[in-house]
């Protein structure tokens, strides 16, 4: 034993010069000085921390950071964008709840409406937003919530945001939005009139692939309570060191943003000249289905998310990965590199063939998240692979 009678632990002081960069809190618990002040700490009627698990100092700056973006009156950190999701559907729907989601969504959030919601009996109805009779045929005595995300993954098609908010409203129904591929700088669903927004803080806001987090945003005081239990309750807390990192990585967002959305219309521009290329899907083309709705919702804001396809089977498909080789291909999106994916491999692969085809995916479809390269490689890359694999 040690016979040095001092205590193990040293109070940490940080002095009258704070830090530049917010510092990081890899700490289980924080210390009160009497059970009066803990209870104080519960009540919120003097701030601080208690234990992690319930909250702590790195979380709740990065809510503090992304409510305004999002126009959130409260925020919540959550340990994934799963974990928001999973989270705000649990605080918010019990058994026996109605819930009516666009079938077009991220394969997580599909996989948590299909299997492990009904296992807990709530009801789900999994359907086309493209016509809002369908929404309207859809609705029961007993809907709880709409879901949809702004932009569909990954065929880039606009949901139609203004007409699913009236039949919300119209309905007393919450309506909950997952803004992943849009970011708050394309629309912020929480002004125009939905009740939470979700986040996968995973891809473009934090943008560098090093940090795995989730954000739920509401519009009311009254989500708060519910939704925050569920989250603690259940273990759904972000890492100290993802919230850190995603700070960091918010510092650059709106530049890495606007540096990536060039280079997504600049690629989706150079490929729709191409005679090779069967489809490109990006809102800034006319082409595109959602053209006016895009301008509509979100002006010139047309994303840093595109896809296209050839001609070709899985052969065409894997020589094309290997010919653009210093593009990674990795199931993610949003870091500050461009990256690329294919969906039939990795998002969708368990889709059943009638699904795959009614989205209108193949072998040769690839979606490329645009990072802040230098647009002339970024040209060059693609051309010498689409060259490789169609001559
Ligand atoms: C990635 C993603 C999610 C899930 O986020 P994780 O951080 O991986 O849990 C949810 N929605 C969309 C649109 C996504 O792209």
Known sequence: MDSNKKPLRQPFVLGQTPPLNSPLFPNVAFTSKTPDQMDKVYETTISGSTYSREG???????????????????GLIAGSGMGAISTSILGLLRKGDHLIANKLLYGGTLALFEKHLPRLGIEVSLISFDNMQNLADALRSNTKMIFTETVSNPTIRITDLENIIKIAKKNDIFLMVDNTFTTP??????????????????????????????????????FFEPINDVLITMGMTPSPFDCWLTERGLLSFSLRYARSQENAKALATYLSTLNVIKKVHYPSLPSHPDYERCKKLFGKNTGTMLSFEIE????????????????????????????????LSSSHRSLSPEKINEIGLSEGFFRVSLGVENFDFLQDCFSTAIKKVTS
């Open 312 to 343: 070709g089977n899985r052969t065409t498909a894997n020589q094309f990965f290997e010919a653009i080789s210093p593009i990674r291909f990795v199931p993610t999106l949003g870091d500050i590199s461009t990256t690329l994916s294919h969906p």
């Open 185 to 222: 700088i394309g629309c912020q669903p929480l002004t125009m009139g939905a009740d939470i927004v979700i986040h996968s803080l995973t891809k473009i806001l934090a943008g560098h692939s090093d940090a795995m987090l989730g954000y739920i945003g509401a519009r009311d005081d009254m």
């Open 56 to 74: 702590h100092p790195n979380s709740s700056h990065l809510a503090k950071i992304i409510n305004p973006m999002e126009h959130a009156k409260f």
